[in-house]
């Protein structure tokens, strides 16, 4: 495997992993309150897009960033009303706002491919970059790619340790009795599934300002879907979504740098690789009947609606 | 202060009603679009629901062109459909149907230049066998290993996308074809040819086959027992386990049912309107489906109806394109409104809307 550098594979691993890392975060809270969001992929394009354009005619890249986040938010608060206040099903729902956000994306970036974002500047000096070995993984990314990883751990804070995340997942565990104790379930659901909107579409807009640096169509390629995948992956813990995404990541940016060296592997089984590597650890994850059982949110993706 | 309260049974007259609210709501909604694109709503509107059916010059075209994209439609709606019910959801038709569809085209090209007339009937049986097979991927694992069935087959979406780019570009690429990719034209060739049935109507062997499927799929939700054991494993899945109902073969039933109907209609497509396997054949009908299947409210009859009205959709916004430049992701976003709009309003069939005092126990 000649051509292949370890130190810049990280690098690559942890800039593609990070779209999908936000994306699976913001999720997985959404999934502890007992809400499934199928819409992530639609939100995270419809983040890529918005953030692509703010970006491009502000010339901030922050300015993208932030909307990024308010448009998965409002794309997710549509979800939210639906399916909390309307009662629909959140599975068809969820697909709506995926189809949704393919369309109104592919509308919103006409004539918008082709455009150069503005460079992000990276938080740390160069010359830290410039360390061997450690500096280009540790020191050489944008800040949205440390933001993640402190989403990471303040989800893992707050959903372990807080009075928050009790609160969070009893909702999730058991609306009726979280209601008959005086919890807003449906407020609580509806902050969640903005939360995850503002992640996704977070997500959506790194990938497109910073890691491909343009707007294309249908650009997110199903990362939306990987990332749903993750959160049973980690089993609904922060740590595991980092590691999830981060093996994701790798496979990734490999067979990318595979396809590069010209190796000896049709392309297409190469391109591939990623989704069935997903379905393969979503098997294996599965199969282990008393990892899923238990981790499970009980209430995930059932109807509440409060009689009393 | 509002509240709801849930009807005993959904409303009959509403379950009938909302989605042609849905209708109007996504026109109206559709409209305040096109007005700030910078179009005229009301003549957007006209071009989309109406032209393509009774304007002058352009009708004569787009008629036919309603069957066509409405088949295919239908066809996977209607496998989808009955998978919906019974709480199996493959959400990757599309995969399914570009299965199908190199499962049906490398059958046919195998033989090429063969004229026997057996060809087309075993690119048909192919086709349904390539969608079927590409769909037991998610019904084996879900049943064998309890993989959510949602995720999997919309992660084979694009592994059959990827696959169809090899299939293109390769082993099934034209071999007179200068290179290019893609592969001999199907359509052009007597024995692999899916036809025009009767001329000027659009009417092929896809059609032929969505009608069919209607058909079965009413007899078989109202008349037979797999059709009950799906209503009821939807519905009650306690008790449809105790009433003898085996979810796994349910999951298998259904999931081969709309895989093999979705690679049905990726055969007919590449071997007729398309002609060709090329690397963007599909043009996302797998997807469109779900949206056909919710509005025609899982319901046979209603999805023919809803997905006549989707192929209208379609038309319309290539003529809108046409006469007002409308880019075309537009009508991609409106048809995305209108399931939107349709799971909002459905709140009225199952609940009852009451008007109660604050205060008032």
Not at chain 1, 40 to 62: K, R
Request: aromatic content about 10%; proline content about 5%.
């Amino acid at each position: 495997m000649m051509g292949i550098d370890p130190i810049t594979l990280i690098v690559a691993l942890i800039t593609v992993s990070t779209p999908v890392l936000l994306a699976a975060i913001g999720e997985l809270v959404v999934e502890k309150t007992g809400v499934l969001n199928l819409g992530v992929e639609g939100m995270m394009i419809t983040g890529a897009v918005m953030g692509f354009v703010v970006a491009v005619n502000t010339g901030s890249p922050t300015l993208g960033f932030l909307a990024g986040m308010a448009s998965g938010m409002a794309l997710s608060l549509i979800f939210g009303v639906l399916t909390q206040l309307l009662l629909s099903n959140q599975v068809a729902t969820g697909l709506a706002l995926t189809l949704f956000g393919l369309g109104l994306s592919a509308l919103l970036g006409v004539g918008y491919p082709g455009s150069t974002p503005p460079v992000v500047s990276d938080p740390f000096p160069a010359a830290m970059a410039e360390i061997p070995v450690i500096g280009p993984i540790l020191f050489g990314h944008s800040l949205v790619i440390y933001l993640s990883v402190l989403l990471v751990a303040a989800v893992w804070y707050v959903l372990g340790y807080t009075k928050m995340g009790l609160i969070i997942r009893a909702v999730g565990e058991n609306h009726d009795a979280a209601h008959a104790l005086g919890y807003k379930v449906i407020r609580i659901r509806l902050m969640a599934i903005m939360f995850g909107g503002a992640c996704a579409g977070l997500g959506g807009a790194f990938l497109s300002i910073v890691r491909v640096q343009n707007w294309v169509d249908g650009m997110t390629a199903g990362a939306g879907w990987i990332a749903l995948a993750l959160v049973v992956f980690a089993s609904w813990k922060p740590w595991r979504a980092l590691l999830g995404a981060y093996l994701f990541g790798g496979v990734t940016a490999l067979q990318l740098r595979l396809q590069a060296a010209g190796i000896d592997i049709p392309v297409e089984i190469l391109a591939m690789s990623p989704y069935v590597i997903t379905i393969v650890v979503l098997v294996i994850m599965s199969s282990d009947k008393s990892r899923t059982a238990l981790n499970a949110p009980a209430a995930l993706g059932k109807v509440f609606h409060a009689t009393g | 202060m509002l509240r709801l309260e849930k009807r005993p049974a959904p409303s009959r007259a509403w379950t009938a009603a909302t989605p042609v609210l849905a209708v109007v709501l996504t026109m109206i909604a559709g409209g305040i679009m096109f007005a700030l694109l910078g179009k005229n709503p009301f003549e957007a509107i006209r071009i989309i629901f109406w032209d393509p059916l009774f304007h002058e010059s352009f009708a004569a075209y787009s008629r036919p062109q309603l069957l066509v994209k409405a088949g295919p439609l239908i066809l996977i709606a209607i496998g989808l459909a009955l998978g919906f019910r019974a709480g199996v959801w493959n959400i990757g038709a599309e995969g399914q149907y570009i299965m199908g569809a190199i499962a049906g085209a490398s059958f046919g090209l195998a033989f090429y230049p063969s004229e026997s007339p057996l060809i087309f009937p075993g690119m048909i049986i192919a086709g349904a066998l390539g969608g079927w097979a590409w769909s037991m991927i998610p019904a084996i694992l879900k049943t064998r290993f309890r993989t959510n069935e949602i995720l999997v087959s919309l992660l084979l979406v694009y592994v059959a996308e990827k696959f169809l780019a090899s299939a293109a570009t390769g082993f099934l690429r034209n071999p007179e074809g200068h290179g290019f990719p893609g592969s001999r034209n199907l359509s052009r060739i007597e024995s692999m040819n899916n036809p025009e049935l009767i001329s000027g109507t659009g009417m092929h062997w896809g059609i032929v086959a969505a009608f069919i499927a209607v058909i079965t799929a009413y007899v078989l939700l109202n008349k037979h027992v797999l059709g009950y054991q799906i209503k009821l494993a939807g519905q009650a899945p306690r008790a449809a386990r105790f009433a003898g109902v085996n979810p796994n073969r349910l999951i298998v039933l259904c999931l081969g049912m709309s895989g093999a109907l979705a690679g049905l209609a990726g055969l007919f497509e590449v071997s007729g309107p398309a002609g060709q396997i090329s690397i963007d054949f599909n043009v996302g009908y797998g997807f469109t489906a779900i949206i056909v299947a919710f509005l025609g409210r899982l319901h046979p009859i209603g999805i023919l109806l809803a997905g006549l009205l989707m192929a209208l959709t379609y038309i319309g916004g290539e003529l809108a394109q046409l006469m007002l430049q409308i880019p075309a992701p537009a009508i991609q976003a409106f048809q995305g409104m209108l399931l939107f709009f349709l799971l909002a309003v459905d709140v009225l069939s199952t609940y009852r809307i009451r008007f109660k005092k604050e205060g008032v126990a």
